[in-house]
Every structure is written in C-alpha cells, then in structure tokens.
C-alpha cells in the first residue's frame, strides 16, 4: 500500500534494499518501530535500519535509528529509489516496495 504520511511517502510493513553494498545492508526490512513520526524498518537477517529524519528530508540506513555512524546511505525526498553511500560505506543501495 502506498500512499504519503505527513508529507512524505509512507509504505506498507516490507520494503527491499539492492545493491551491492558494503557493509552488506541489502535485504528485506521489515517495519519496527516510530522515528520522528514516521515509520522505521529494520532489516530482517541484521542489526540496519532504515529512518527518516524530517528537518532535513533525508533518508537515512545506518546500524543505529537516529544516528549516521561512520558506515550509511543517504536520499532527500522520496523513500523510493537510490542511495548514495556515506562515510565509509560503499556501493549504491536502491530501496523498491516489496
């Protein structure tokens, strides 16, 4: 189901994560918890998470909700489409509905 939750695009509870990705964050995520007012996934095999910050419109998968870290990617706008790694991450991570 899509549709858009305060602004921005909201998803049904999985999206998916491709790429060939180091660290390795593709995978399923399914939804965990509330960030921020907007919904949070987690990926299914690991400890990433995928979050939304409001202030800057930004999407954001690092290890920790709330914070970048030293490994993560990043997208303004839209949860859909394409990543750009950060820090010491690698590889473009593409987010698609599940």
């Known amino acids: ?5 305060y ?4 998803v049904g509870n999985v999206i998916n994560v491709a790429g060939t990705l180091t660290p390795d964050v593709a995978g399923d995520y399914a939804y965990d918890s509330m960030y ?7 990926l299914a095999t690991g400890s990433w998470y995928l979050w939304y910050t409001s202030g800057t419109d930004t999407w954001t998968i690092s290890a920790v909700i ?4 030293t ?8 949860i859909w489409g394409l990543y750009t ?3 010491t991450a690698t590889g473009d991570a593409t987010v ?3």
């Open 96 to 98: 698609s509905s599940k």
């Open 85 to 87: 790694p950060q820090g």
């Open 7 to 10: 602004g921005i695009a909201s």
């Open 1 to 5: 189901m899509l549709g858009f939750f």
């Open 36 to 42: 921020l007012g907007t919904r949070a996934f987690k």
């Open 66 to 69: 709330g914070t970048p870290g």
């Open 71 to 78: 490994d993560y990617w990043t997208k303004v706008g839209n």
